[in-house]
């Protein structure tokens, strides 16, 4: 059983930076494509980066050109880089593939 454990979270003045990572107990970024997630209190689930097992990613237009998200094959781990950080990016943010889910990384931005 893959477990993937986030971990980066934090609180964060709009406009600054964070980086979350993904740990997964075992090697599943070259057959699987990975996503992120977050969720807000009251709010539904959604995406926010998606990378392919051929390395295309894929953004959608709320955090396009200010979140990038990436792969480490040797440490088995999945990494997004978000900028330029929004009151409204606050959120838990996930990893996924599948069905299998971390826990997920609290992100609150505020001044």
């Known amino acids: 059983q893959v477990q993937l454990v986030e971990s980066g979270g934090g609180l964060v003045q709009p406009g600054g930076s964070l980086r979350l990572s993904c740990a997964a107990s075992?090697?599943?970024?070259?057959?699987?494509?990975m996503h992120w997630f977050r969720q807000a209190p009251g709010k539904e689930r959604e995406l926010v980066a998606t990378?392919?097992?051929?390395?295309?990613?894929y953004y959608p237009t709320s955090v396009k050109d200010r979140f990038t998200t990436y792969r480490d094959n040797a440490k088995n781990t999945l990494y997004l880089q978000m900028n330029s950080l929004k009151a409204e990016d606050t959120a838990v943010y996930f990893c996924?593939?599948?069905?299998?889910w971390g826990q997920g990384t609290q992100v609150t931005v505020s001044s």
């Open positions: 990378i392919y097992t051929d390395g295309r990613t």
């Open positions: 075992r090697e599943i970024f070259s057959v699987n494509t």
């Open positions: 996924n593939y599948r069905d299998k």
